[in-house]
Antibody, heavy 119, light 108 residues
């Protein structure tokens, strides 16, 4: 069974930085594609970005609102994916979900971690 | 970017009724690269359908997906009490991945 567990959310002031972590188990991690999806309070789902599997090059893609501020990375030795978020604004307040992709879709979701950006 | 427009915004139905949810894309989605997700209040989204019509593992057969090109439909043949939730469509043919704004199915 695939398990996805996020951590690292919290309260941060505008302009600050935060790093979220995502542990993925139950899969061969070097083959795992992982995305981050966020959901602002009371709003819909928004794709943040993805990292391909190491076997597929480990490259990343980002949504326009976060490009240049957010960075997704992976540590295959720890079966972990990270979301480094810099220059945070109030618009980044959301629950951040880590998702494991299968058939190119968000098949396995973590429980989410809440990030609140406020002064 | 592909914009997905879901309709209606809210669907008010009774248990046992049939639900039809629409998802329209701003441009053609090749390969039927469209998925549907269900999200219940306070819960994590769950994948229901991928490739427009393939049910994910463990999804009851009362859920079905159809469509191609720019028009897709999620059908729930007979609503069960646990099906009252918000449903999102999502395309994965191009980056950025995009979601529809959601359709809420609530109890009439």
């Amino acid at each position: 069974e695939v398990q996805v567990v996020e951590s690292g959310g919290g309260f941060i002031k505008p302009g600050g930085s935060l790093r979220l972590s995502c542990a993925v188990s139950g899969v061969t991690f070097i083959n795992a594609w992982v995305s981050w999806v966020r959901q602002a309070p009371g709003k819909g789902l928004e794709w943040v970005g993805r990292i391909k599997s190491t076997t597929d090059g480990g490259t990343t893609d980002y949504a326009a609102p976060v490009k240049g501020r957010f960075t997704i990375s992976r540590d295959d030795s720890k079966d972990m994916v990270y979301l480094q978020m810099n220059r945070l604004t109030t618009e980044d307040t959301a629950v951040y979900y880590c998702t494991h992709l299968r058939e190119m879709t968000f098949a396995d979701w973590g429980q989410g971690t809440l990030v609140i950006v406020s002064s | 970017e592909i914009v997905l427009t879901q309709s209606p915004g809210t669907l008010s139905l009774s248990p046992g009724q049939r639900a039809s949810l629409s998802c329209r894309a701003s441009q053609s989605i090749s390969g039927n690269s469209l998925a549907w997700y269900q999200q219940k209040p306070g819960q994590t989204p769950r994948r229901l359908i991928y490739d427009a019509s393939t049910r994910a593992t463990g999804i009851p057969d009362r859920f079905s997906g159809s469509g191609s090109g720019t028009d897709f439909t999620l059908t729930i043949s007979r609503l069960e009490p646990e099906d009252f939730a918000v449903y999102y469509c999502q395309q994965y043919v191009i980056i950025p991945r995009t979601f529809g704004q959601g359709t809420k199915v609530d109890i009439k």
